[in-house]
T-cell receptor, first 110, second 113 residues
Framework: GIQVEQSPPDLILQEGANSTLRCNFS?????LQWFHQNPWGQLINLFY???GTKQNGRLSATTVATERYSLLYISSSQTTDSGVYFC????????????FGTGTSLTVIP | DVKVTQSSRYLVKRTGEKVFLECVQD?????MFWYRQDPGLGLRLIYF???????EKGDIPEGYSVSREKKERFSLILESASTNQTSMYLC????????????FGSGTQLSVL
């Protein structure tokens, strides 16, 4: 299967700071998604982004498929951004086999 | 928004018990998935289903089985629970289109004593 590596594994930010999370993957993919898992365990889909750049409020993501990496940018971080961020990549004709990274644990302190 | 509902948030079972975890989605999605999440290991796929009565093994199917008798419902079965199956179990669903998002339930934290 596809190897997915996320960095950094842990991140502590002061409220208002910006951050960049990285996801490297080992093979071509047809689907890439970023998720945020809140402290209660719920995984929320942030972006579907197999290539290109998308923005949603203070969050944006860029995937460079030819170089096999994706970046998630968080600007003006808030305490509610705390949690674990996962990158998941999908392969195959159906895109049903998703491979997850081990996540970046973000703590935003006031 | 898609709603994926898992029947229990917390579950405590004894070793050797048969355990059923239920998942229901309300968006007529073809595909449903069961993952387990363990610290430091991320999410690992146990089984997925692409249609009623159809299933495929994921990366860690040993000790688990699944059932999909209706399109909206996907059940994970632990035939004889063991302590190494203590974990967070997450159900997900998505449509059959290749570029569609994955939607997750809120998870079931299972403890096997």
């Amino acid at each position: 299967g596809i190897q997915v590596e996320q960095s950094p594994p842990d991140l502590i930010l002061q409220e208002g700071a910006n951050s960049t999370l990285r996801c490297n993957f080992s093979d071509s993919v047809n689907n890439l998604q970023w998720f945020h898992q809140n402290p209660w365990g719920q995984l929320i889909n942030l972006f579907y982004i197999p290539s290109g750049t998308k923005q949603n409020g203070r969050l944006s993501a860029t995937t460079v498929a030819t170089e096999r990496y994706s970046l998630l940018y968080i600007s003006s971080s808030q305490t509610t951004d705390s949690g674990v961020y996962f990158c998941a990549v999908g392969e195959g004709t159906t895109g049903n086999q998703f491979y997850f990274g081990t996540g970046t644990s973000l703590t935003v302190i006031p | 928004d898609v709603k994926v509902t898992q029947s229990s948030r917390y579950l405590v079972k004894r070793t050797g018990e048969k355990v059923f975890l239920e998942c229901v989605q309300d968006m007529d999605h073809e595909n449903m998935f069961w993952y387990r999440q363990d610290p430091g290991l991320g999410l690992r796929l146990i089984y997925f289903s692409y249609d009623v009565k159809m299933k495929e093994k994921g990366d860690i199917p040993e000790g688990y089985s699944v059932s999909r008798e209706k399109k909206e419902r996907f059940s994970l079965i632990l035939e004889s629970a063991s302590t190494n199956q203590t974990s967070m179990y997450l159900c997900a669903s998505r449509s059959g289109l290749i570029n569609e998002k994955l939607f997750f339930g809120s998870g079931t934290q299972l403890s096997v004593l």
